[in-house]
């Protein structure tokens, strides 16, 4: 069964622009995916809407078999801080904090006490070959590498899906390429991930492309990569 499932979902804002027209998606375990399409298509509603940020208008959505429509705020809060990994095109790490405690600080909320939580950053750190730059801060990395810490941030808790929203959009293309590379590594290694962007180029770095357009799913492809 998909850890992300999405049926018919159409959302509607309030000044009545609707972004998604009835999208239906599956998203399995393990799997690499990029969702592209241009701006305006509706990514950002797609991604809020599968990151458990707002909610759909119509339509199903469940995480890992849950159906979430019914869950108060705060459960679905809960959901996304234990099941959901997220990266975004700006940084968002901690300014003067080291890159083992910006990771460490991706399972705060988790209950693990510190020690631990360092611990598993130093190897997610690691994992994103960043394994000799734990106390540096973020000024003192490059974009490329600020971006891999947040990627290491994300994945610190073992997410069961990480959204990866335009993760190269701030990069030039040597960086970008890396942080890509990243992003594969960490799937090859059994991480499930969703790359969404508008460029093909990126895309391409995923097995599976659903391509979105005016708020449907218009293509979704599978290939060698
Ligand atoms: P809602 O209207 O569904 O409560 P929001 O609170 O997210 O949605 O946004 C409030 C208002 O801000 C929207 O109704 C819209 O007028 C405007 N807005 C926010 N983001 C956008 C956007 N990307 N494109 C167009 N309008 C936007
Ligand atoms: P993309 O991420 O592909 O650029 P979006 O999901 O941001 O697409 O936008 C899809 C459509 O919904 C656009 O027409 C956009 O202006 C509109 N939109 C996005 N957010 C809001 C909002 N909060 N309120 C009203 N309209 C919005």
Redesign the pocket.
Known sequence: SPIVHLENVVKT???G?TALRGVDLKIFTGELLAIVGPSGSGKSTLLHIMGLLDRPTSGRVSLAGQDVAQLPDRELSRLRASLIGFVFQQFHLAVGVSALDNVADGMLYSGVPLSERRRRAAWALERVGLGDRLSHRPHELSGGEQQRVAVARAVVKEPAVLYADEPTGNLDSASGSEVLDVLRTLHRDGTTVAIITHEHEVADAAERQVGIRDGRVVTDVRRGT
């Open positions: 804002y309030g000044n622009t």
